[in-house]
């Protein structure tokens, strides 16, 4: 699965080995088949990370905040 530009904000991404959440902001991008996930930190710039080929899971985010 892979989600990009404004529908991106609206997942969260997981990290299967130790099923917390990987992105600290907002998210950009997201592909969970290079497990390459892209947000907005505080600060205003943008993180990348790429923790490998099918380490990640991508879920939509609730609609009650979490």
């Given amino acids: 699965m892979r989600v990009a530009g404004e529908v991106a904000r609206e997942w969260t991404v997981i990290r299967l080995d130790t099923m917390e959440q990987v992105n600290g902001g907002p998210l950009t991008m997201a592909d969970s088949t290079s ?11 943008t993180r990348t990370v790429s923790l490998g080929p099918h380490t990640i899971r991508i879920i939509r985010k609730s609609p009650y905040g979490r």
Avoid at 35 to 45: A, C, H, K, L
């Fill in 35 to 45: 497990g390459i996930v892209e947000w907005i930190d505080r600060t205003g710039n």
